[in-house]
């Protein structure tokens, strides 16, 4: 788990302050220091848990995602299994620093030399304080080592978060859209080349996004079982199978690995783009399908309202969401609809619908923390998995794989399967490295320490039946090169310039920018195959790379490291100015 409050200086000067300060105030003293103390206790706590899961301290912009924590909350167990339990230990001293506090309000007067020193102690201490404040939290970039502290540090980080996002947020301004396209023309990966180009053109797009699927099952075998059946065999038959593809998502996590692939644009730090920039306009794979004459529309087990997709999907160009609201709940695990079902009940709408169609579909049975009934459970687990978290996810994975096999199923009895082109890909990480338990259970089962270079790789399927081949696609690519290489098999075109990533199927070069888990100024890099993850204190210089086919350590020059993460930090940067400025909105209209 990532340490909190690797330099707690400011945070001691800070609460050392405080105590003194409220000491001296007779009347309103106590009541001041137990609601500042318990205040800051429960933001180191807050830290402590954001980061033991998603590898960051918390920002004020989550404040945004309380609705969608809300609704996940619902479920009741998916809180409990992404906080680490050592993040209560932030909680302990709150109780005994108030008992203190009260007591030492009861000690005798100290006498008038000793109330002198601790005038000049308080001055001291808030000086001291005062100029960590300035110098720390408003001077960012004047040094390394400023920054080391501001990524690391309680005060100094929390500062800053609330100066750039909430005192600091200055209005939109015009930006040289030349300059950033002349940028994106240095930094974006290229392809070259227009192989396989049309293939799927007039074909059925049919779009699913599996919910926390890793590519470690895809043709691994647990106690003699096979575990994903079902895809191990489209890979084997008219299907481009993309081995080292990864996850690029934000905050908003399933939700921006949604936004990512639909637009091949990047998601932040800040904020999920389905609230961020809902209000923007697109030209990503919903729209181009539509300027081609086709329907469009998504389904998902849950309510609408869920990550803001009823609001969303408007911009994005999905003519209908099939939702809760609108499917029959026939069956739940977790807190919706089973994938089975949803599948079922897909088709028979899809049935209905004119040719050709775009339909995305979002799987969730495989949705942390992996309950689900006995009665739909296939796999025989050892008596030691069954209630872990690893365990239950290999369960819910092996259904998951069971109901898309149902999917191929129903759409061949509808007749849609051979008219169609069938994209299926992971949306983010199951099992999370800093869980104590998980990161032993995957050790032991991949014989190796499970790292960034497993969590974070997903899979991605296109199976084009009549294709007459397959192919395994070993180019590094992620969930932001999804819609570029969709576009060169079905014909279609953007119609403008902004797009991060690139068509697979005709390149050798990979490289994508990291954001969540890993830490902004993180990359993959497919040319020296490395995955370079930052140092936690934000620099190339307590970073580590690992050895993508191995997931062995590697040596590094700090050099190329540097301009791999500068290049990585202005792909994100440069997409941020893209969306905060509405650019695409200057190239299409809706």
């Not at 849950?302 to 999907?313: C, G, L, M, P, S």
């Not at 939702?323 to 807190?335: A, D, I, N, Y």
């Not at 994938?339 to 339909?359: C, G, H, N, W, Y």
């Amino acid at each position: 788990m990532m340490t909190v409050y690797e330099v707690p200086l400011l945070t001691l000067l800070f609460l050392l302050a405080l105590w003194f300060a409220c000491r001296g105030r007779k009347k309103y003293g106590e009541i001041v220091f137990i609601i500042l103390y318990s205040l800051i206790t429960l933001i180191m706590f807050a830290d402590a848990a954001y980061s033991s899961y998603f590898g960051r301290y918390i920002s004020v912009n989550q404040l945004y995602q309380l609705s969608s924590l809300k609704e996940i909350a619902g479920d009741g167990n998916v809180l409990g299994a992404t906080v680490s339990p050592l993040s209560f230990l932030t909680l302990l001293d709150l109780p005994f620093a108030i008992w203190w506090f009260h007591r030492s309000k009861k000690m005798k007067p100290e006498s008038e030399v000793r109330d002198r020193k601790r005038l000049m102690l308080h001055l001291v201490i808030y000086a001291a304080a005062l100029f960590c404040f300035i110098h720390y939290g408003w001077n960012l970039n004047n040094s390394r080592y400023v920054q080391k502290v501001n990524h690391i540090e309680f005060f100094t980080y929390h500062t800053n978060d609330l100066i750039v996002n909430v005192g600091g947020k200055i209005a939109r301004r015009n930006v040289d859209e030349g300059e950033i396209r002349k940028e994106m023309a240095s930094i974006v990966p290229k392809s070259e080349g227009n192989l396989y180009s049309g293939v799927a053109k007039g074909r059925n797009l049919i779009l699913i996004q599996v919910e926390s699927l890793n590519d470690f099952v895809i043709g691994a075998d647990y106690q003699g079982q096979e575990l994903t059946p079902v895809l191990n065999q489209l890979i084997r038959e008219d299907s481009f199978y993309f081995d080292r593809f990864y996850s690029t998502t934000g905050v908003g996590n399933t939700c921006d690995a949604e936004f990512v692939t639909l637009n091949s644009l990047y998601a932040n730090d800040e904020r999920e783009c389905y609230r961020m920039y809902v209000d923007n306009t697109y030209n990503g794979l919903p729209w181009m399908l539509r300027q081609e004459g086709y329907s469009t529309m998504a389904f998902h087990g849950y309510v609408k309202t869920f990550w803001n997709r009823e609001e969303a999907y408007k911009n994005q160009g999905i003519e209908h969401f099939y939702s809760e609201e609108e499917l029959v709940m026939t069956q739940k695990s977790g807190f919706g609809l089973t994938d089975k079902e949803m599948f079922r009940q897909a088709v028979d709408i899809l049935k209905t619908k004119q040719e050709p169609f775009f339909s995305f579909m979002i799987t969730l049975t495989n949705h942390i923390p992996y309950d689900m009934p006995q009665s739909l459970a296939t796999l025989d687990l050892a008596l030691e998995d069954e209630k872990t978290m690893f365990g239950r996810y290999l369960q819910t994975v092996h259904y998951t794989d069971e109901a898309i096999g149902d999917l191929i199923y129903y759409l061949k009895e509808a007749g849609l399967y051979d008219n169609s082109m069938i994209v299926i890909y992971g949306d983010h990480q199951g099992l999370n490295k800093e869980t104590l338990e998980v990161s032993l259970s995957m050790m032991d089962y991949l014989g190796k320490e499970y790292d960034f270079d497993e969590m974070l790789k997903i899979p991605m399927i296109i199976h084009i039946p009549g294709l007459g081949e397959n192919k395994v696609i070993t180019t590094v690519g992620g969930q932001i090169d999804t819609a570029p290489t969709i576009a060169n098999l079905m014909d279609l075109d953007f119609k403008q310039p902004y797009q991060f990533g690139h068509d697979l199927l005709n390149t050798k070069e990979g490289f994508i920018a990291q954001i969540s888990y890993i830490g902004k100024g993180s990359y993959i890099d497919g040319n020296n195959d490395m995955i370079f993850a930052i140092g936690k204190d934000g620099t190339v210089e307590e970073g580590r790379a690992l050895h993508i086919p191995d997931g062995g350590f590697m040596n590094v020059n700090q050099e190329l490291c540097q301009e791999n993460s500068d290049r990585a930090l202005s792909l994100l940067e440069l997409c941020k100015k893209v969306l905060d400025n509405n650019l695409i909105a200057n190239y299409v209209t809706h």
